[in-house]
């Protein structure tokens, strides 16, 4: 029988490796939510976001896909009221699934930054 699927939180992504931080520095605005790793391997990383929604998956998605290392980003959602969206990342050789995230994860946030700024000067 397999094991359960690791559920990854912020404070066990915490008390992981060096390697683990940049991780986590990337992904640190999604506090609240629960990172449930369901597949990790060298090209491909799947993983559920706990409390995780439409928007959010979406801009990640759309943020991944613009790499030219992503192969296939995408996610879905079996039903909206029961289940939490899962996210599937397939990359080239040339980086791994969790880089790609990673970097997917700053330009998110630098662009939620940028907009928070924009609707403070303007408000």
Not at 1 to 16: F, G, H, N, V
Not at 60 to 78: F, G, I, P
């Amino acid at each position: 029988m397999a094991s359960p699927p690791e559920r990854l939180t912020i404070e066990r992504l915490r008390q992981m490796p060096q390697k683990s931080a940049k991780f986590l520095k990337a992904i640190e605005f999604f506090k609240i939510m629960e990172i449930k790793v369901i597949e990790d391997k060298k090209e491909r990383f799947v993983f559920e976001l706990v409390g995780g929604d439409h928007a959010l998956c979406t801009v990640l998605k759309e943020e991944l896909n613009q790499d030219s290392n992503v192969k296939t980003a995408t996610y879905r959602v079996d039903h909206p009221l029961f289940s939490n969206p899962r996210i599937l990342v397939d990359t080239s050789d040339s980086v791994t699934p969790r880089q790609a995230i990673t970097n997917a994860a700053k330009r998110v946030q630098k662009m939620g930054e940028k907009i928070a700024k924009d609707l403070e000067k303007a408000l």
